[in-house]
């Protein structure tokens, strides 16, 4: 009876890990003849990854690896490949085999610049409200479980991707349900438009999708990795960036090259809080994956609490890259980054502050960069009609801050600013009153926990606009100033009756914005021993200088449980 139950299980995964072939759609004869030829796939030729994955990856005449050649995505891609076949697979590689084999993969079946630009958002860990505008059903039919950002991030043959499809009907079944079948009756015949109805199942429509938008061989590939080499990055970099409630930050990074290890960088990271004054060390290490792919991390001194993982992207001029070095339970926490190489020239970077208001003297302002002006000369520094300086505070190679007064009668408007040749668009605002403040992001989410899970904690920012030349508010001539010191607070989102979640969601700090939410349930004080999960509002109230009457601004939070199975393992830190 073991014996019938286990051919009956075998014969049923064989069922699903074949149906996607059994269910394609009708092919005309000369796609059939394309789906019948052998696909092209990439060559492997590094003695390291046919030893490790050669044992279940059968090579060919080609060097070309079974499933493996077929396939191309982001260095955190093959990660997670390699570490499913370890969890699932029985694979045995020490720590340095693995990070060689991700090395290769990345550099020789990765993405090309374009490519990966297309989801940037999903390796840097951004927490985004995405709408895939290629195919709905496509977009339907994979976000039930993840991310789209995910598909975005890879390139295969058609064969890879009806395989990927068998893959998740046999680990995962329960997709059938959820996504990949149709459910209902099929769509009537004719439809709407007269043509015959498309009847297959949504995994059907998504895999011809798939294979024509996402193909293993593209234009851009075949160009970047043509010419693909280690970038030249040894030097100095002027650092800027931003971190949510705490504002604009402003810096040096010296990156150094490891010696052997042409795709190896060490990094010395000094940043300043344009507007707190506090200072920051760190340092660290990174490897950058297909000539563009900067993978780091580092470290205040020896404090692993302290560890950021550092995702940017290098230009193609090396010159510049950008990106977010994150940390916390879900990555939630972090700071948008951007280097910019330092050469002779003058180079501004951030701004202390971003508006002005007209009519008040004695402004103070820091302007960030490389290379600025030491000597206490206000003529270096060009802010436009009606703003002039009228002290230099402090002059130094890397920050420069100044007094300036706003005339009564100057232009409402974005300024462009001129410091030592070095030119900043639109970097200052010039109003007269705050007029409405806005809640950024415009929704949020939290996660309980802190018992079993970690906390997903939320950060909010209140920015002061001014109404633009219509007077109207919330229009698109709305003026973007700064971020106003507001006051934060909780209230119900009210979705039910004698709706409670107020009381047990989580609290946020009245000065910063930061939500942090409760600990993971379920609470025996709340009916029906629920967790501690809800929807609120973070409201943020503002009275401006001059002004008797608070603005308000609110942003929906959604508190919600701990992400009890992730499909991703979070990287090491």
């Not at 059968?58 to 995505?73: H, L, N, P, V, Y």
């Not at 520094?381 to 706003?406: E, I, K, M, N, Q």
């Not at 409405?436 to 415009?442: G, K």
């Not at 942003?555 to 393992?569: G, I």
Request: hydrophobic residues 40%; charged residues 25%.
């Amino acid at each position: 009876m073991l014996r019938g139950s286990r051919l009956l299980w075998l014969a049923s995964i064989a069922w699903i890990l074949t149906a996607a072939a059994a269910f394609e759609a009708p092919l005309v004869a000369g796609d059939r003849q394309a789906a019948d030829r052998p696909p092209e796939g990439i060559p492997i030729t590094d003695p390291t990854v046919r030893k490790a994955c050669g044992a279940c990856h059968a090579a060919d005449d080609k060097q070309q690896m079974s499933r493996i050649s077929f396939r191309r995505t982001t260095p955190e891609g093959w990660q997670e490949t390699i570490r499913r076949m370890v969890a699932l697979n029985g694979v045995r590689l020490d720590p340095q085999t693995a990070r060689e084999v991700v090395r290769y993969l990345s550099n020789h079946l990765g993405l090309a610049p374009e490519e990966a630009a297309a989801a940037a958002w999903e390796t840097e860990r951004r927490l985004v409200d995405y709408k895939y505008a290629g195919d709905a059903d496509t977009e339907q039919t994979c976000i039930a479980c993840h991310s789209f950002g995910r598909i975005l991030h890879q390139r295969r043959t058609r064969q890879e991707w009806e395989l990927l499809v068998a893959m998740h009907r046999g680990w995962y079944p329960l997709v059938d349900f959820q996504s990949f079948r149709r459910t209902g009756p099929p769509p009537p015949d004719p439809g709407p438009d007269g043509r015959p109805a498309d009847k297959r199942h949504p995994m059907e429509k998504a895999i011809d999708h798939l294979s024509r938008t996402f193909p293993l061989h593209t234009a851009e590939w075949a160009a970047w990795s043509a010419s693909m080499r280690p970038p030249r990055l040894e030097g100095e970099w002027a650092l800027s960036g931003w971190e949510p409630g705490r504002g604009p930050i402003a810096g040096r990074v010296t990156i150094a090259a490891v010696a052997g290890a042409p795709d190896e960088f060490t990094t010395t990271i000094r940043w300043t809080y344009a507007r707190g004054g506090q200072t920051v060390a760190r340092a660290g290490r990174a490897v950058v994956y297909t000539g563009f792919q900067w993978r780091g991390r580092s470290t205040e001194g020896s404090n692993e609490q302290t560890s950021l993982r550092e995702v940017m992207s290098v230009d193609r001029g090396w010159q510049s890259m950008s990106g977010r070095w994150f940390t916390g339970g879900y990555d939630e926490l972090g700071v948008d980054v951007t280097l910019t190489r330092i050469g002779r020239e003058t180079v501004v970077t951030t701004l202390s502050r971003t508006a002005l208001r007209r009519g008040a003297p004695g402004q103070e302002i820091t302007f960030y960069g490389a290379n600025l002006p030491t000597a206490a000369d206000a003529r270096a520094l060009d802010l436009g009609p009606g703003v002039t300086v009228s002290r230099v505070v402090h002059a130094a190679a890397d920050a420069l801050t100044v007094l300036v007064d706003v005339a009564a009668d100057a232009a409402i408007g974005p300024r462009d600013v001129f410091l030592a040749g070095a030119a900043r668009p639109a970097a200052l605002t010039v109003y007269d009153q705050v007029q409405h403040i806005r809640v950024t992001p415009a929704w949020n989410m939290a996660r309980v926990g802190g018992v079993v899970f970690p906390k997903m904690l939320a950060r909010f920012e209140a920015w002061g606009y001014h109404n633009g030349p219509d007077g109207q508010p919330d229009t698109p001539d709305d003026l973007k100033l700064d971020t106003v010191p507001a006051t934060w607070s909780l209230e119900e989102y009210t979705a039910t009756y004698a709706d409670d979640d107020l009381a047990f969601v989580g609290v946020i700090d009245p000065a910063t914005g930061v939500f942090t939410p409760n600990v993971d349930g379920p609470n025996p004080k709340r009916s029906g021993e629920r967790n501690n999960v809800g929807d609120v509002w973070a409201v943020a109230s503002y009275t401006p200088e001059g002004s008797t009457t608070a603005l308000r601004a609110r942003a929906h939070l959604l508190v919600t449980v701990p992400l009890y199975m992730r499909w991703e393992a979070p990287a090491s830190r």
